[in-house]
């Protein structure tokens, strides 16, 4: 897609003036300095660690499987002539695959089947680990030993954060049998990866996104005014209610909690003391009392802090912030912007949980929609919010036509 973009901007001088590629908005460009700016800040962390050139050469590359990504997939959105009614047919179609082999993976723990079934030899061409190239049925979670579900994910986090961006792709899809299908297998992997941040994602995102649907009306903030009122009488009570929440949340999963929190605090310690503005320049293994996970991992900002430092943190940031602000500005105007604000928000949420860019290449569909949605409001193309129901069946959401 990278390379068909540079064909359409090569092909512009060419073509009618209507169908010319659009000028890229400033978020676009802010990934694209962002994530070039990685690459920059990567090669002056092993130039300040004297990491030699192939570490450099193997850093890069994965540079190029990772952050690259999330400033390329945006962009192709923005400039090819990509259909969100497309996306969302193929994700429904992933989800009917999904539905028939869901009884293959429930029945694999009972009938004590292998949990790894194979690792594919493509992970000759590099990685973080065999996970990304490893066929799962289940895992067994360590002390409890209960089984727990990553299906086509490197781990089962990654596939709750996976779930949510499908159930709101799914959304777009005109056809109810095929709305539903995504409905369903997604909200199913949802459980069963037991992923505590993707139930949060799905209870925080969308009345979000109903909210900001209706934000233009004067019925919204009417309704707010007795609810903040209250909001303030209890505001004790609220405290103490979330701080319990918050350690029940924690608890859940307490010696995942712990190895996080161990994770960030030496990930901190060490960006801190030794390598402040353009960090360690790669990832290294952690001690015993992680469980020899890598420093910075499962927090997209620690693992920043620690490889690439406050720059790299700050080459992120600026475009997740710039989407942001820009995303609630088309979600005021389009459902494909409520979407594209969601996809944003399922981003921030999960840059505090799991590493974003190790997961890009699951996670592009996300990335696609915001392109897209940017390129509808600049076209001037977009469906108003209040011409569509969530979940109704009518035109799908077609940009660039």
């Not at 209507?18 to 990685?38: C, F, K, Q, V």
């Not at 996306?87 to 695959?97: F, T």
């Not at 799914?170 to 139930?199: C, K």
């Not at 609630?328 to 594209?340: D, E, F, K, M």
Request: net charge positive; charged share 15%; proline share 6%.
């Amino acid at each position: 897609m990278g390379l068909l973009v540079a064909r359409a901007w090569y092909l512009a001088p060419a073509l009618p003036e209507g169908e010319r590629p659009l000028p890229l908005p400033g978020a676009i460009w802010a990934w694209l300095l962002g994530m070039g700016a990685m690459l920059a800040i990567l090669f002056i962390g092993h130039a300040n660690f004297s990491l030699g050139t192939g570490q450099t050469i193997k850093s890069a590359v994965g540079w190029a499987k990772g952050w690259a990504l999330l400033a390329l997939f945006p962009l192709a959105g923005f400039v090819l002539p990509i259909r969100t009614d497309v996306l969302s047919r193929a994700i429904c179609r992933l989800s009917r695959q999904t539905l028939f082999l869901l009884p293959i993976f429930l029945l694999a723990p009972l009938l004590q089947l292998p949990q790894t079934l194979w690792v594919s030899p493509l992970k000759v061409l590099g990685g973080s680990g065999d996970e990304y190239f490893a066929a799962v049925l289940y895992t067994l979670e360590p002390g409890s030993g209960t089984p727990r579900w990553q299906f086509f994910a490197p781990w089962s986090p990654a596939i709750g954060m996976v779930a949510v961006i499908h159930l709101l792709l799914a959304r777009l899809e005109p056809d109810r049998r095929w709305r539903w299908t995504g409905y369903v297998a997604s909200i199913l992997l949802v459980l069963l990866s037991q992923s505590r941040l993707a139930l949060v994602a799905l209870a925080l995102i969308l009345p979000a996104m109903l909210v900001v649907r209706r934000i233009r009306m004067a019925s919204t903030w009417f309704p707010l005014i007795p609810v903040s009122l209250v909001a303030a009488w209890l505001m004790p009570q609220l405290a103490a209610f979330a701080e319990q929440a918050q350690s029940e949340f924690a608890g859940a999963r307490a010696e995942s909690s712990r190895v996080r929190e161990a994770l960030g605090r030496i990930a901190v310690d060490r960006w801190q003391n030794e390598a402040f503005w353009f960090g360690h320049g790669v990832v290294e293994k952690g001690p015993h009392l992680v469980e020899y996970m890598p420093i910075g991992s499962h927090h997209s900002w620690y693992g920043l802090l620690f490889v690439k430092g406050l720059a790299g943190a700050i080459a992120l940031a600026v475009p997740m912030f710039w989407t942001l602000a820009g995303c609630i500005v088309l979600a005021t105007r389009s459902r494909l912007g409520q979407t594209a604000l969601a996809m944003i928000l399922v981003y921030w949420l999960y840059s505090f949980g799991e590493n974003l860019e190790v997961l890009t290449y699951l996670t592009w569909p996300a990335l696609l929609v915001i392109g897209i949605a940017f390129r509808q409001e600049r076209s001037g193309s977009g469906e108003k919010p209040d011409s569509a129901t969530d979940g109704a069946a009518g035109s799908p959401t077609v940009a660039g036509e």
